[in-house]
């Protein structure tokens, strides 16, 4: 759903930015941090192939694991909106109610804490934290948070593994 309303909301808007006067035009970039709020529709594009990866993992049986900066911000908004899925799910005839039930099924605060390194990202929602993103700057380095910078948000962890280059996008 993510992905798609990402997809969606970079065709039609393309590089127009994100503004607060115009929110009800976009489904999903206004849930990001304002520092990507200038991004072009490149970088939208590859901002809905994220949520495409960590959907095409679980497809595959494997555990969603954030890659780069990209796909660590997808997962948490796709945690964040899980819950409201979930009548979806136990509703509908689907495969998943073939799979085996567990007492930790939909704890959404595990799965926060389970699929993450750090929570650094989330950082960049505090306006008091303004800059945090630049790996020059004093708080930044104390931390050893990196690069949050949104031209760095697809830049590879080193683990996991990096995606193919090459995957392309699905539209």
Same mark, same amino acid.
Request: aromatic fraction near 10%; proline fraction near 7%.
């Given at each position: 759903?993510?992905?798609?309303? &990402?997809?969606?909301?970079?065709? !039609? ?6 503004? +607060?006067?115009?929110?009800? *035009?976009?489904?999903?970039?206004? +849930? ?8 072009? =529709? #490149? ?6 192939? &994220? ?7 679980? /497809? %595959?049986? +494997?555990?969603?694991?954030? #890659?780069?900066?990209? /796909? /660590?911000?997808?997962? @948490?908004?796709?945690?964040? *909106?899980?819950? #409201? ?7 509908? *005839?689907? /495969? ?5 039930? %567990? +007492? ?7 799965? #926060? ?5 750090? @929570? ?5 929602? *505090? ?21 949050? =910078?949104?031209? &760095?948000?697809? !830049?590879?962890?080193? %683990? ?5 280059? !090459?995957?392309?996008?699905? =539209?």
């Amino acid at each position: 759903m993510l992905a798609d309303q &990402a997809y969606d909301d970079a065709d !039609e808007l393309r590089d127009q930015p994100v503004t +607060r006067q115009r929110p009800g *035009d976009w489904e999903l970039f206004t +849930r990001l941090p304002a520092l990507t709020w200038s991004a072009d =529709r #490149s970088w939208r594009r590859r901002m809905a192939r &994220a949520f495409d990866d960590l959907s095409d993992d679980l /497809e %595959h049986g +494997r555990w969603p694991q954030p #890659s780069c900066t990209a /796909e /660590e911000m997808a997962l @948490h908004l796709a945690i964040e *909106d899980a819950p #409201s899925y979930q009548d979806d799910i136990e509703t509908r *005839d689907t /495969e998943h109610s073939y799979l085996p039930e %567990h +007492r930790d099924d939909y704890d959404w605060n595990a799965c #926060s804490d389970l699929f993450f390194q750090d @929570h650094d990202v989330l950082m960049l929602f *505090d306006a008091r934290l303004d800059g945090i993103e630049d790996p020059d700057g004093n708080v930044n380095q104390h931390l050893g948070m990196g690069d949050l =910078r949104a031209a &760095a948000w697809f !830049e590879p962890f080193g %683990h996991p593994p990096a995606r193919d280059p !090459e995957r392309g996008f699905r =539209r």
